[in-house]
């Protein structure tokens, strides 16, 4: 909020009362935002992602702020509160739920939350509950494409941090990718979901090798060494084919890609740490398909992945 320009206050021509108040009251609110997070121990590490996307900026914003464009390519239901004060809820089902306050609301231009309820609120340490962590997005018209940046600050440092913050900054290198994907190839369209996931007793890189090797993703073909925008083409041991252009890589932890042949969909594939022990997830974000082809998608790679590991 800029400040209002006056000529004097209270005489003819002065600001009005009630803008600057606003504008007082914002200033400190932002302020004391930067004091907690810095005071809160959570200064140390912050996440950046930015791209340009193929969308207009009004567009962009809708899919931030609009709880139905929300569903469309991040969480699974959403609620939000518009407006600087309100809020906005995501939830992937309990305990993967997300509850932020909103900050700043500048249509089309910036939104900023504090975390209430962080994303894996259930993973993240100990001391993390008294830290406060805030979520910029940034949104600058270019023509018909925007340049959209987050960054989702206020982490701690040390060891206890590490695994939680690696694991929240390859999802946001997927979910960002996944707005542009569903702003560029499918707007407006309802995206249906295919969650498959299951555990396992064995080391972290041997379920990683067995979930993308030939006793699960990767019968035929690979994913090794393949960057982001390489074309990719593989056949599952269940026999599914995927092929399209690779979104992320990051080995041992994520793999991300479009499948053309299944409407442009995205397929992602992690390997997490749940409880202690390495969980391995199959995404399937599919748009046209039909709700029962996704259905049994989850259903064969729930086994797929359970074969793979037991």
């Known amino acids: 909020m800029s400040m209002p320009t006056h000529s004097g206050i209270g005489g003819s021509g002065g600001i009005d009362q009630t803008t600057l108040k606003q504008y007082l009251l914002q200033t400190l609110r932002e302020w004391l935002n ?24 009004d567009a962009v914003w809708q899919a931030l702020t ?4 929300l569903t469309r390519w991040l969480p699974l239901d959403a609620k939000v509160t518009p407006g600087q004060g309100g809020s906005i809820w995501m939830s992937w089902g309990d305990p993967v739920i ?9 249509p089309n231009q910036r939104l900023r939350t504090t975390e209430v309820r962080p994303f894996g609120a259930p993973f993240q340490p100990r001391e993390a509950a008294s830290v406060t962590r805030t979520i910029d997005y940034t949104l600058q018209a270019n023509g018909e494409k925007t340049t959209f940046r987050m960054e989702h600050a206020g982490f701690g440092t040390g060891a206890a941090w590490t695994p939680y913050v690696n694991s929240l900054r390859d999802c946001w290198a997927y979910q960002v990718r996944s707005l542009a994907h569903y702003l560029e190839h499918h707007r407006g369209q ?10 396992s007793t064995r080391s972290f890189t041997d379920a990683w090798s067995r979930i993308t090797g030939p006793q699960a993703l990767a019968s035929q073909g690979s994913i090794d060494g393949l960057s982001e925008g390489d074309r990719y083409s593989i056949t599952a041991t269940n026999g599914d084919t995927f092929t399209g252009v690779v979104v992320n890589n990051a080995p041992s ?3 991300a890609g479009t499948v053309e042949n299944m409407n442009n969909s995205l397929l992602r594939l992690v390997m997490d ?11 399937l974000a599919s748009y046209g398909l039909r709700p029962n082809d996704v259905n049994l998608f989850q259903q064969r790679w729930t086994h797929t992945l359970q074969e793979a590991l037991a």
């Open 190 to 199: 309802v995206r249906t979901v295919a969650w498959a996931r299951a555990s």
């Open 66 to 69: 609009d709880p139905t464009e």
């Open 34 to 57: 930067v004091i907690a997070a810095s005071e809160g121990g959570g200064g140390g590490t912050s996440i950046v992602e930015q791209i340009e996307i193929a969308a207009p900026v």
């Open 253 to 255: 932890k994520q793999f």
């Open 98 to 106: 997300h509850q932020s306050t909103i900050d700043i609301w500048h």
């Open 273 to 283: 740490h749940c409880g202690g022990q390495p969980e391995a997830t199959v995404w």
